[in-house]
Each structure stands twice: as C-alpha cells, then as structure tokens.
C-alpha cells in the first residue's frame, strides 16, 4: 500500500421488508444523521415489487445528493430514474448492462466469491465492485473473506472497492480496515437502537476517524 489517505464513505442498503413509504421515510431519516455515497435499492422477489420501491426512495436519495442503484432489474432502474444499477445475477447480465448503462449510469458488481471473478468483473471497466453480499450482514462483524477480497481488491486495483460491514457499528473498523473506499452498511443502520439518524452519524464519525493508507 501507499501512504495516501482513503477518504472512505458510506455505501448504503436501503432496508427491507417495509413497504416503499416506509423504506422512503427510514432512507430519508438515516440521510439526515449523515451522507451516504450511494444507497442500493436491492431486489424484491419480482421486478414490479423493486421497481415500487425504486420509486419512492430514489427520489429521497437524490435530493440527499446521493446516487441511488437498483439490483439487476435495469427496466426497474431506467423507469424509476435510478443513477444505476448493482448486478449480481451473473457475469453475462453484468456485461450487457455495462454496455448499455455506461458511461451515462453506474454500473456496479456483485456476488463476486473469487479473485477470478473479481478480476473478471473488473475487465469491463466498472464503478465498483462490491464484496460480500448486500443482505448478508447476518453476523456482528464482516465475513473474513469478503475483507480479504476487498483488501487485496483495494491494494492492487484502481476501480473503487466496497466492502459490507456487519450487523454492529462496534465492529465497524474491521471492514474499514479492508482499505476499501466504500463501507457498505444495512442492518447496522436499520437495527441499532438509537434509530437511523444516529446510527448514521456515528458511523461518519467512526470513519472520519479512521482513515487507512491506501
């Protein structure tokens, strides 16, 4: 790694499991404690249920002057006006929307479980590759293979790393600590006690305060 500090920011999951007003209202209260680079609307079960969703929070997220992105559903994100799109249903859908999407609209990476698949991603020239799973912060701190692949990731390559954080803000610096220049964050956020909007600003705090040498 090189000395230069990484400014490292907040890449936010939208909740779910709540209606779209809800999730609009929670997303709009989280932004209000502390800004997020981006919040990721993941997918529903259909599309019509993403796009729904879509609709009620991009609007949030854009005023907060954030970039909001949908999960794999392109139509969804394209008719909600969404800044882009996080795809996660295979390497072939991942190619299409980085031809159709980019330059114009993010185009992110997931479910990346390998190197191979990481540096294959990366050869499309995206905006991010995301590693872990945007839903899979089932435990208090970060799955160890996501942060190993998101350090390695961010040590060697340019094209920005995010990384998921666990389901506690107390382990927070163990993702940080990945290099990664965006921490994603879910139930860390939606399940603390002290609601969104704090969560959220305590968690800019912990990162103001932890930059790492990139």
């Not at 997220?61 to 559903?73: D, H, K, P, T, Y």
């Not at 954080?165 to 921490?183: K, Q, R, V, Y």
Request: proline share 6%; charged share 20%.
């Amino acid at each position: 790694m090189n000395e230069e500090a990484v400014e490292q920011r907040i890449f936010l999951v939208a909740p779910s499991g709540v209606g779209p007003e809800e999730c609009a209202r929670l997303v709009a209260d989280a932004l209000a404690g502390a800004p997020a680079s981006a919040v990721l609307v993941t997918a529903s079960q259909g599309e019509p249920e993403t796009e729904a969703r879509a609709r009620a929070i991009v609007p949030v997220v854009q005023a907060a002057g954030a970039a909001a992105i949908v999960e794999n559903f392109t139509r969804a994100a394209g008719h909600a006006g969404a800044d882009g799109v996080h795809i996660s249903s295979g390497f072939p859908d991942l190619k299409a929307a980085a031809e159709s999407f980019r330059p114009n609209r993010i185009v992110g990476a997931g479910k990346l479980r390998s190197r191979h698949a990481a540096m294959e991603a990366g050869e499309l020239d995206l905006d991010y590759l995301f590693f872990g799973e945007p839903e899979g912060d089932t435990h208090s701190a970060p799955y160890h293979k996501a942060v190993a692949l998101a350090e390695w990731w961010a040590e060697l390559m340019e094209i920005p790393a995010v990384i998921m954080a666990g389901a506690d803000l107390a382990t927070l610096s163990e993702a940080a600590a990945s290099g990664a220049e965006f921490i994603a964050l879910r139930r860390a956020i939606w399940e603390a006690p002290e609601g969104p909007q704090a969560a959220m600003r305590r968690a800019a705090e912990i990162l103001a305060g932890g930059k790492v040498a990139a």
